[in-house]
Every structure is written in C-alpha cells, then in structure tokens.
C-alpha cells in the first residue's frame, strides 16, 4: 500500500470550523481543555491522504493538525475571527 492510500482521520466540518462556532457560541476565548475536548471528540471521517488533500483544496485553507491543536488554534483564531 503506497503512502497516499494510507487511511487519515479527516475532520468533518473541520476542526477550525467546529472551534470557531463554539467561542463564538461561548462568546470567550475556549480554554485549552475546551479545545482538546472538542477535538477529541470531533466527528471524523477516514479518507486517504490524496482525497484529504482535494478536500483542504477545496475548503480553501488547512485545517489544524488535532495533534497540535492548542498551538495551531491560537493561530488560527487570529485570522478567523477576523471573518
């Protein structure tokens, strides 16, 4: 099996898109807890790397990797909220 038909977990709606709608709901900054509990339990679907990639092509932007979600939120959250 080659790399790009190797399985990933693939976020659905994406892991921004699901932090944004809950501090917005919230109406405050999540805390890192709130964060990792939302990522931890996200719906997911398994999809292969080259199908994940057509995805975040057509979303328009990267997700956040769930493994550095706290780091990446941070980031991320500047950028979006703005929208």
């Known amino acids: 099996?080659?790399?790009?038909?190797l399985l990933v977990l693939y976020p659905v709606p994406s892991l921004i898109a699901t932090l944004l709608q809950s501090e917005r709901?919230?109406?405050s900054p999540l805390t890192e807890n709130e964060v990792l509990e939302?990522?931890?339990?996200?719906?997911?679907?398994a999809v292969s790397r080259d199908v994940a990639q057509k995805m975040d092509e057509?979303?328009?932007?990267?997700?956040?990797?769930?493994?550095?979600?706290?780091v990446e939120w941070q980031q991320a959250r500047?950028?979006?909220?703005?929208?």
């Not at 939302?38 to 679907?45: G, L, N, S």
């Not at 057509?58 to 706290?70: A, F, K, S, T, V």
């Open 38 to 45: 939302i990522t931890d339990t996200c719906e997911v679907i």
């Open 25 to 27: 709901a919230k109406g």
């Open 1 to 5: 099996m080659s790399e790009d038909e």
């Open 58 to 70: 057509q979303r328009g932007y990267l997700d956040i990797d769930p493994e550095n979600c706290w």
């Open 78 to 83: 500047t950028v979006f909220m703005e929208t």
